[in-house]
């Protein structure tokens, strides 16, 4: 159903989720146009998640599997990293806003990107905060790690979004974290060590973003 470069780039990546399903879905969505959100575009809201098998599964998972586990003992497999991440998060969440997001984005930043198809054998896998840490990951996992970890943190989930996006430099789908404040959203990813104002970025063209209880879709102002 595809027909521009953009949208078959888009069907291609396995960054994205359903797109072909969300392409249909958004002719049936009011459009919010009371102002211009994230990276200056429109948005659709829509509080089914069920077309978000992968990023419900997350957050099931995280619930149930994210917890600190085993000895430390084996040379061969670290079975502390879960626990090394609980003892990181104990050591700043007692710092500014600031300071924590800083940490967070270099914590998960220093991890390899490993793309799915390697990890685990298909083109598209939304890992949780355990599989990523023993693994690395791709876009969307280091996303995931960042929303997780500020979720710990006690940073409210409306507050912030995992966001699919094509970056238009590279002609690929992407996947960042975006934390919207008072005056601001601040862009995480994995590309860059800088966490950056939306408003900084121009080579990014959102296409839907979601968090723990509804989705967006992005449209051009």
Not at 30 to 50: I, K, S
Request: aromatic share 14%.
């Amino acid at each position: 159903m595809f027909h521009t470069s953009r949208h078959s780039q888009m069907a291609k990546i396995a960054c994205c989720l359903p797109v072909s399903i969300l392409f249909i879905v958004m002719a049936t969505l009011p459009v919010n146009t009371a102002h211009a959100a994230l990276f200056g575009y429109r948005e659709t809201t829509n509080t089914n998640l069920d077309i978000f098998p992968q990023w419900v599964s997350v957050l099931e998972r995280h619930i149930k599997e994210d917890v600190p586990e085993g000895n430390c003992d084996s040379s061969v497999f670290n079975t502390c990293h879960l626990k090394e991440w609980y003892a990181f998060l104990e050591s700043i969440k007692h710092e500014s806003r600031q300071e924590q997001m800083d940490e967070v984005n270099a914590y998960a930043n220093k991890k390899s990107y490993v793309l799915d198809i390697d990890n685990y054998g298909v083109e598209d896998y939304w890992a949780i905060v355990k599989e990523f840490l023993y693994n690395s990951g791709d876009c969307e996992d280091y996303s995931i790690f960042k929303f997780m970890s500020f979720r710990w943190l006690g940073f409210k989930a409306e507050s912030m979004r995992i966001v699919v996006l094509e970056d238009i430099n590279l002609g690929i789908a992407h996947a960042v974290l975006a934390i919207y404040t008072d005056d601001d959203i601040l862009i995480f990813d994995n590309q860059t060590e800088e966490i950056v104002s939306h408003k900084d970025i121009s080579h990014y063209v959102p296409i839907y973003s979601v968090n723990e209880s509804r989705w967006w879709m992005h449209l051009p102002s």
